[in-house]
């Protein structure tokens, strides 16, 4: 059996930025998935937040602040951009009521912070440019508030001025007390 991790240690805090850099076949993406609770890990043991993590599971590591943005760009191209941004956002029993028109504000404002360029938030997402999807799924975990975001790749479609603006807003919110792993094959 292929061992795609050994002997990994990684101690991060709240309040920073780390990097993975690696080729591809590395063990980055594994390791995203294992932090994400896509897959559960062999061997070791995976804190967060001071509490050992035994339940592996997308939703149990969303509840502890953590959010994902994974390298394949997830939207649902037959809506639209905005309710895009909030996919998943209301939960199972729509608990969490916000008016549309609070919604658009809410999206204007994140992606005002990681994108340099106007989004048709009434577009369907699918006709969008692959770089505004991308902004779309970063906008979506900006919206969850986390506390700790992983990006695994999550700015390789965009421009140098897109991923200006996204590295600022990244600062801030380390600055601000967010963690922020990043994930990338190149420097």
Same mark, same amino acid.
């Given at each position: %059996?292929?061992?795609?991790?050994?002997?990994?240690? &990684?101690?991060?805090?709240? +309040?920073? #930025?780390?990097? #993975?850099?690696?080729?591809?076949? @590395? +063990?980055?993406?594994?390791?995203?998935?294992?932090? @994400?609770?896509?897959?559960?890990?062999?061997? =070791?043991?995976?804190?967060?937040?001071?509490?050992?993590?035994?339940?592996?599971?997308? &939703?149990?590591?969303?509840? *502890? =602040?953590?959010? $994902?943005?994974?390298? *394949?760009?997830? #939207?649902?191209?037959?809506?639209?951009?905005?309710?895009?941004?909030?996919? =998943?956002?209301?939960?199972?029993?729509?608990?969490?009521?916000?008016?549309?028109? $609070?919604?658009?504000?809410?999206? *204007?404002?994140?992606? *005002?912070?990681?994108?340099?360029?106007? #989004?048709?938030?009434?577009?369907?997402?699918?006709?969008?440019?692959?770089?505004?999807?991308? !902004?779309?799924?970063?906008?979506?975990?900006?919206?969850?508030?986390?506390?700790?975001?992983?990006?695994?790749?999550?700015?390789?479609?965009?421009?140098?001025?897109?991923?200006? %603006? !996204?590295? %600022?807003?990244?600062?801030?919110?380390?600055?601000? =007390?967010?963690?922020?792993?990043?994930?990338?094959?190149? &420097?």
């Amino acid at each position: %059996k292929t061992k795609a991790l050994v002997d990994v240690n &990684i101690n991060c805090h709240s +309040g920073s #930025i780390h990097t #993975i850099f690696g080729e591809n076949g @590395s +063990g980055k993406s594994t390791l995203v998935k294992i932090l @994400s609770g896509i897959i559960e890990p062999d061997d =070791g043991s995976i804190w967060i937040n001071d509490r050992l993590q035994k339940n592996f599971e997308p &939703i149990i590591l969303r509840r *502890e =602040g953590l959010n $994902t943005v994974f390298q *394949e760009i997830l #939207i649902s191209p037959n809506i639209t951009a905005q309710e895009n941004i909030f996919l =998943g956002y209301d939960g199972l029993f729509k608990k969490l009521k916000v008016t549309k028109f $609070t919604r658009k504000a809410i999206a *204007e404002n994140i992606l *005002e912070r990681i994108s340099s360029k106007k #989004i048709d938030l009434n577009a369907k997402a699918g006709q969008l440019l692959l770089s505004q999807q991308q !902004l779309i799924v970063i906008a979506r975990a900006f919206l969850y508030k986390p506390k700790i975001l992983i990006l695994d790749e999550a700015s390789s479609a965009l421009d140098l001025a897109e991923r200006m %603006k !996204l590295n %600022k807003e990244i600062k801030t919110f380390a600055n601000n =007390g967010g963690l922020v792993i990043y994930i990338s094959h190149r &420097i």
